[in-house]
């Protein structure tokens, strides 16, 4: 077993505009090899890098709702001037403020252009090595049960589990932090989910099969015949499996 988490995708109605966005916004490179599909990647990019992920925005019909999304970015800071310069530059690329319900909190609720919902948070000492992603963060109701389903789903470490939140990272320690927080309930479809990816030599038919047995569930979202199978976790978050690359 070892599916690790290598994108996070986002559904967006102009998969440029957004994809360009957030290329620029962690410093990665821009990649698009087919129409209606634009992918924001750290320079030399490896599918077999423990700590790396990348940013795919796929082009969908439909606009984004009012709904806030379950899952969304931390962005990681070194100072408080690093924070409020890359909170300058974010919003000189098109990010909006937003209130999320956050209150008087140190760190700053940004949206790109198309409303999907991140932060900038203050310098923290455990995201000093992450890169520009801090985090992946999964809203959800109930922490425990996700480091449950998760932590026999994916090869990350499972380094806290409370009431309130369940964290994960590469089992190297490097690369970008995966948090569940406790929240509320799920009730609509997700604009933003991860997809994950078989190690060399594994199945992906046998993986998916693993993950139906910890009580995901197939997910048909008119993918037709594609080479990626879409499920959802036991709260209903929506998550892919792709072929080895």
Request: aromatic letters at 6%.
């Amino acid at each position: 077993m070892t599916l690790r988490p290598v994108l996070v995708n986002v559904k967006a109605l102009d998969d440029s505009a957004v994809g360009r966005f957030w290329g620029e916004a962690l410093g990665w490179r821009i990649t698009s090899q087919e129409a209606g599909a634009t992918a924001a990647q750290p320079v030399g990019f490896d599918w077999l890098d423990p700590g790396t992920v990348r940013v795919d925005v796929i082009a969908v019909p439909e606009a984004r709702t009012a709904t806030k999304n379950r899952l969304h970015l931390d962005l990681a800071t070194t100072s408080a001037a690093h924070q409020a310069e890359l909170v300058a530059r974010l919003k000189a690329l098109g990010a909006t403020p937003v209130d999320v319900g956050q209150g008087n909190v140190p760190w700053t609720v940004l949206a790109d252009p198309e409303g999907n919902e991140f932060c900038v948070l203050e310098p923290r000492e455990i995201y000093r090595d992450t890169g520009p992603i801090a985090a992946v963060v999964v809203d959800c109701a109930d922490p425990r049960a996700m480091a449950r389903f998760w932590d026999e789903a994916i090869d990350w470490t499972l380094h806290e589990v409370t009431d309130d939140q369940a964290v994960f990272r590469s089992a190297k320690g490097v690369g970008p932090y995966l948090e569940f927080l406790r929240t509320g309930v799920k009730t609509v479809p997700d604009r933003v989910h991860l997809d994950l990816l078989p190690g060399p030599g594994d199945d992906r038919a046998a993986e998916v099969a693993r993950l139906r047995a910890l009580g995901a569930a197939d997910l048909d979202v008119g993918q037709g015949d594609v080479p990626w199978t879409c499920l959802t976790d036991p709260e209903g978050h929506e998550f892919c499996v792709l072929t080895q690359a």
